[in-house]
T-cell receptor, first 116, second 113 residues
Framework: GAVVSQHPSWVICKSGTSVKIECRSL??????MFWYRQFPKQSLMLMAT?????????EQGVEKDKFLINHASLTLSTLTVTSAHPEDSSFYIC????????????FGDGTRLSIL | DAKTTQPNSMESNEEEPVHLPCNHS???????IHWYRQLPSQGPEYVIH???SNVNNRMASLAIAEDRKSSTLILHRATLRDAAVYYC??????????????FGKGTKLSVIP
């Protein structure tokens, strides 16, 4: 069964709207979660690392004021796309790593975001 | 993360074995070799991983070269549901919070009925 739950799976909204995406770890605690973005026919690109109880770490070129990340508990991280525009339309995927490098990383099913 | 090189695409006939290669010549001694696959409009799915020895699970087998500079993911009987992009990723620990996976372009596997 799924060990990382991502919600919503699909959202369409108007330009200028803020959209929140939730990522929950099921049956395990995740002090760190990763947020990826994937454009059509491209690979996953890491956007930021979400850390429980502290500020997120953003990859170069990712606007932290645009993509707000909150990791308020050991099982929930949220990504808010603020004042979304059509160029923010993408597939957003979260993942939660295990505590051991010898274990697989778990991914959410992704959120398809379409900004009109 | 050390880099991997995979062919952009491969084709296989249904019910035949598939060998997906991956080169990782700069692998370090502590890097694990992970394979994930991604079906259309889904998040990546774990397939298999290994360090030095060959590995088998219900989904696939992983053959690792003796010098660890390359590996091969083996699907024993390809089905239409195996059509996906397969990513070969090296994963090692390099400090707090450093288990992140860096995705390359992967290999798009097409399965022909």
């Amino acid at each position: 069964g799924a060990v990382v739950s991502q919600h919503p799976s699909w959202v369409i909204c108007k330009s200028g709207t803020s959209v929140k995406i939730e990522c929950r770890s099921l049956d395990f605690q995740a002090t760190t979660m990763f947020w990826y973005r994937q454009f059509p026919k491209q690979s996953l690109m890491l956007m930021a690392t979400s850390n429980e109880g502290s500020k997120a770490t953003y990859e170069q070129g990712v606007e932290k004021d645009k993509f707000l990340i909150n990791h308020a508990s050991l099982t929930l991280s949220t990504l808010t796309v603020t004042s979304a525009h059509p160029e923010d339309s993408s597939f957003y995927i979260c993942s939660a790593p295990p505590g051991d490098v010898n274990q697989p990383q778990h991914f959410g099913d992704g959120t398809r975001l379409s900004i009109l | 993360d050390a880099k991997t090189t995979q062919p952009n695409s491969m084709e296989s006939n249904e019910e035949e074995p598939v060998h997906l290669p991956c080169n990782h010549s700069t692998i370090s001694g502590t890097d694990y070799i992970h394979w994930y696959r991604q079906l259309p409009s889904q998040g990546p799915e774990y397939v298999i991983h290994g360090l030095t020895s060959n590995v088998n699970n219900r989904m696939a087998s992983l053959a690792i070269a003796e010098d660890r500079k390359s590996s091969t993911l083996i699907l024993h009987r390809a089905t239409l549901r195996d059509a996906a992009v397969y990513y070969c990723i090296l994963r090692g620990y390099s400090g707090a919070g450093s288990y992140q996976l860096t995705f390359g372009k992967g290999t798009k596997l097409s399965v022909i009925p």
